[in-house]
């Protein structure tokens, strides 16, 4: 166990007695008990540790990983060059255009610590499979600050066809950076295949609340409990018997509100009766979750 206590500087008694002395040496031993606190609650090579940020996280990556801290692009750019490359009288002849479209950002220390986790767990084997994929895209969609996740909860679907891995998973702002990291090859995967993704998404119609595929949501109700959801031929619907808590939180329809974060929350507190029309509040419409 590291040591949690400095051996303390000490005035000699003949200086025992002046205050400035004294001073100055319990500033010392003060500031070096906060060093020595510092470095046991914050192990460097932890990445995960939430004392591990900004700067200090880049350092440590680069320093001991050799990963930079990686950037989140959707942007295009073109070039437009060359004969015969573009139409008569819209660039002169030996001319040149790029241009770009997009935006690029760099990864938050959330993103880094997962992209790091991915490509140093040794956990999955070193030998590529679905198993190994379905993994560690779970690990990276759950994994708050990259730390690790029981993967086998809600795993993500693979499809395969050729060399294309098609990946279906619920779209989350965890999936929308994985897509771009895939896309901009910064994850450790073997780069002969192509992998696209689709994403499921919860969607208003007409004041049902629909999701475009089942995935880990259960396609029937045999055998759930009250209050919990399941996949009804696109809509989705509660299994009844749960009164709800009317000091529950309510749940509303919005841009943020995930499929798997539905899920895990559940039905049973929804209001039984419509909450007022315009708010976006779901509510259960007999079976049925509704958008108010």
Known sequence: MPMQQIIPSYLYRQYSDDVNLRAFVDAYNSLSQGYLSWFTSTPLALYTSPNITGPLLDWIARGIYGIPRPVLSSSTTSRVAGYDAYAYNTMPYNGQKISSSGSAA???????????????????????????????????????????????????????????????????????????????????????????????????????????????????PDGLVPGALWYNGGVISVIPGVTPNPSAPPVFFSQTLTPQELLTLGGGNLPLTNPGDGTLQLWNDAGVISIA
Request: proline residues 6%.
């Open 106 to 220: 760099l990864a938050s220390d959330d993103i880094y610590k997962r992209v790091m986790t991915w490509n140093l767990y040794r956990g999955d084997g070193k030998v590529f499979t679905i198993g190994w994929l379905k993994n560690r895209i779970n690990r990276f969609l759950n994994g708050v600050n990259g730390t690790d996740w029981p993967v086998q909860n809600n795993p993500p679907s693979i499809t395969v066809s050729g060399n294309i891995f098609s990946i279906t998973v619920f779209s989350t702002p965890e999936a929308q950076a994985l897509q771009q990291l895939f896309a901009n090859n910064e994850l450790a995967v073997p780069f002969q295949y192509v992998y696209q993704f689709v994403n499921v998404n919860l969607i208003n119609n007409g004041g049902i609340l629909q999701m475009t595929l089942p995935l880990n949501f259960p396609t029937s």
